[in-house]
C-alpha cells in the first residue's frame, strides 16, 4: 500500500507558477512511476505528466507541454509538479498517483492522493 499526500495548491493568477508536491509513504519510493492528473467539475480525470521511477524518463499532455515540469526526489520520496505560465484554463483539482508500470491512463493507477485545488484568476 502507498499512501500519497499532496500539498501546494492555491490561487494564483493568470501567467503565475506554483508548485505542487507529493509525499509518498509506505512502499519503496523508487518502484513506483508517479503521475499528476487534474479533474475539473463535472468532467474526467485528465493526464497531466508522469515520470519514472529512476526519473530518467517523462512525458506530459500536450496541454501543459514546455509549461509544467514533472520531477522526483527518491531520496525525499516527494514528486513535485512545477508549473508556470497558468492559465485559466488550468483550474483543476490537481492529483497524483502511483503505479509500478509506467503509463497516462488514469484508470490504470492503484495509488491516489486527496487531491489539492488549482485556482487561476483572470
Known amino acids: 500500500q502507498v499512501q500519497l499526500v499532496e500539498s501546494g495548491g492555491g490561487l494564483v493568477q493568470a501567467g503565475g507558477s506554483l508548485r505542487l508536491s507529493c509525499v509518498a509513504s509506505?512502499?519503496?519510493?523508487?518502484?513506483?512511476?508517479m503521475g499528476w492528473f487534474r479533474q475539473a467539475r463535472g468532467k474526467p480525470r485528465d493526464f497531466i505528466a508522469v515520470?519514472?521511477?529512476?526519473?530518467?524518463?517523462?512525458a506530459y499532455a500536450d496541454s501543459v507541454k514546455g509549461r509544467f515540469t514533472i520531477s522526483r526526489d527518491n531520496a525525499e520520496n516527494t514528486v513535485y509538479l512545477q508549473m508556470t505560465s497558468l492559465k485559466p484554463e488550468d483550474t483543476s483539482v490537481y492529483y497524483c498517483?502511483?503505479?509500478?508500470?509506467?503509463?497516462?491512463?488514469?484508470?490504470?493507477?492503484?495509488?491516489w492522493g486527496q487531491g489539492t485545488q488549482v485556482t487561476v484568476s483572470s
Open positions: 515520470i519514472s521511477g529512476t526519473g530518467t524518463t517523462s
Open positions: 509506505g512502499d519503496t519510493f523508487s518502484r513506483y512511476s
Open positions: 498517483a502511483a503505479d509500478t508500470y509506467y503509463n497516462t491512463h488514469a484508470a490504470e493507477w492503484d495509488y
